[in-house]
């Protein structure tokens, strides 16, 4: 389930502060709670039931919850499925944040969850399915498919319904203006991103070993084979991301770092038992590329990917479908894949001489991701277009992209003037990029700056008139308000409008009071107390005010 937390922490740090997160938490709680309820029920059925090479057909709704009489390893094996199913779903929710509505984000959840991508991984992972490796009889080939882990169930199935929407959401309000390489989004945390990245690295290893069937044997080798190839493909793809963006743009980010992990991790996923350490590390190398150059293709494009979702998953999960056919080496596939009743039979890559099983592997592989492409994004495109059609994705408001719906709020999370500590926190945030640029000697015109910053550098430069001057403000009745402490310049952060930012030298909030202060009358009385200060500056100041 580390998917769903990377999901979580990633998604926060990419996104602006200026969205609830109320959203957010219900996206990545909801999307679990499906998953887990429709493949239970019904596509643990499809996936694992007795049927035919595509699907299975018996134990739906009794096969999931209901049967009493499934052995320990069954009940492993099926919460196993549900983990990875909902690794996939959640791939989803960060590249289309800030502009797919939550309920129909949950259609979309729903039925991957107990069609499209059960259906997918039977293919695969049940002994009857047609491209399982073992069982080469059932297969439409003389061989199967060589994808250890799940690079197809996992990465190209949760991607690809992204793929398709993106176009017709488009991107998000500001996110494409000045040159690509100097393009920052608002307000994104870094600490959050990276710690998404470094709890998925950790949960990687849980999900590409979770399909080590036993420890005997040669299991143990299986096991090491697999986490040394897991790391040494990650740590090549941050390193490979971190150089090309370093040569590029002539600076280290964060975000390669972290993206060229999942990269890495995404593209040796099909292969990480099955090739040399050599070719783990050529594998990374080659998926912190996709990742960087599609990084670009993408803005060239228009298409805002929130978290690079789709190049990560998507693109690194297609190279890590044709990578085991090329570099898998044949006691690697036997001591993977144990039960072949014939050495013979045993394939590997196409690099390898193997009785000319290595160009069949190929072409096996290649047909498997060109089938499960076409299978994920046909069973999206059915849902998304009516939908695109009745203008039901995105949302419906005077502010494009804004989420209207209602939500609950904890009064643990208000101060006790009743502002809520989470703006003042994204106040700080904002407060910070304001700082940062004012440091590196950037004005509004030579940087991309949001409505937002611009508005606090306003009311930081009205606040600096008042703090000079040290004047009281009136109250709404006429009275006095006390003057602000000498240890603690400026005042609360009041209640403000939901996306909304405002300095903390802002106007006091003046608590268990329905009224709020007039800007226009305070503006006057300082005016008439200091009859030198410039007109000007009040006149902007009021409009500052009005707008807060």
């Known amino acids: 389930r580390s998917s769903g937390i990377n999901a979580e922490y990633g998604e926060t740090g990419s996104l602006s502060t200026k969205r609830r997160v109320n959203a957010l938490i219900l996206k990545n709680l909801g999307d679990t709670v499906l998953c887990a309820f429709f493949y239970l029920l019904i596509g643990y059925s499809l996936s694992h039931g007795e049927g035919g090479p595509f699907a299975g057909m018996t134990g739906f709704i009794s096969g999931g ?26 791939i989803l929710s960060g590249c289309v944040a800030e502009r797919v509505n939550l309920w129909v984000y949950y259609l979309l959840v729903s039925v991957p969850s107990c069609f499209s991508i059960p259906l997918l991984a039977r ?3 049940h002994s009857q399915g047609w491209a399982h490796m073992v069982t080469s009889a059932n297969s439409l080939f003389s061989t199967g498919v060589l994808d250890f882990a799940g690079a197809g169930e996992i990465s190209v199935a949760g991607a690809m319904p992204a793929l398709i929407l993106l176009p017709i959401i488009g991107p ?3 996110r494409f203006q000045g040159e690509w390489k100097d393009v920052r989004l608002p307000s994104q945390n870094n600490y959050f991103k990276t710690l998404g990245a470094t709890i998925m690295w950790m949960g990687w290893y849980g999900l590409v070993l979770g399909e080590v069937s036993t420890l005997r044997g040669q299991g143990g080798s299986v096991v090491a084979k697999v986490t040394v190839n897991t790391t040494i493909s990650a740590v090549a793809a941050c390193i490979t991301a971190i150089g090309a963006g370093l040569y590029y743009e002539r600076k280290l ?47 060239n494009l228009k298409l805002d990917d929130v978290v690079d979702g789709v190049q990560i998953h998507l693109c690194c999960g297609i190279w890590s479908l044709i990578a085991p056919a090329l570099f898998s080496r044949r006691p690697l596939v036997q001591a993977a894949y144990p039960g072949f009743s014939d050495e013979s039979l045993v394939p590997c890559g196409i690099l390898y001489e193997c009785n000319g099983l290595g160009t069949i592997q190929l072409g096996v592989n290649l047909v498997y991701c060109l089938l499960s492409l076409a299978w994920i994004g046909l069973t999206s495109a059915v849902i998304i277009l009516p939908l695109w059609y009745f203008k039901l994705i995105t949302y419906k408001s005077r502010s ?29 945030a904002v407060q910070e990029d304001v700082q940062q640029d004012e440091s590196a000697g950037l004005s509004d015109d030579d940087a991309f700056i949001p409505e937002d910053v611009a508005l606090v550098r306003e009311q930081q430069r009205v606040t600096l008139v008042r703090e000079q001057q040290r004047v009281p403000l009136a109250g709404p009745s006429g009275s006095r308000i006390e003057e602000e402490d000498e ?13 909304t930012r405002a300095s903390v030298y802002s106007l006091p909030v003046i608590p268990d ?18 009859p030198d200060i410039a007109s ?13």
């Open 65 to 90: 919850v209901g049967n009493t009489q499934r052995s320990s390893k069954e009940n492993s094996l099926m919460i196993f499925r549900f983990l990875k199913t909902a690794t996939a779903v959640t």
């Open 123 to 125: 293919w695969t992972g």
């Open 172 to 174: 998000r309000r500001n």
């Open 253 to 299: 980010c964060p975000t390669d770092a972290s993206n060229g992990i999942l990269s890495g991790l995404v593209g040796i996923t099909g292969a990480c038992a099955t090739v040399d350490s050599g070719w783990a590390l050529f594998i990374g190398i080659v998926s912190g590329l996709i990742y960087f150059s599609l990084t670009k293709v993408f803005f």
């Open 400 to 428: 494009e992209g804004e989420d209207t719906t209602s939500y609950c709020t904890d009064d643990s999370e208000l101060s006790d003037n009743g502002s809520s500590l989470g703006e003042r926190l994204k106040l700080d």
């Open 487 to 499: 240890d603690m310049p400026g005042s609360a952060v009041g209640d403000f409008e939901p996306g």
């Open 513 to 530: 009071s329905d009224t709020t202060p007039d800007p226009l009358a305070d503006l006057d009385h300082i005016q008439s107390v200091y």
């Open 536 to 548: 000007d500056d009040f006149s902007k100041a009021a409009e500052s005010e009005s707008k807060l």
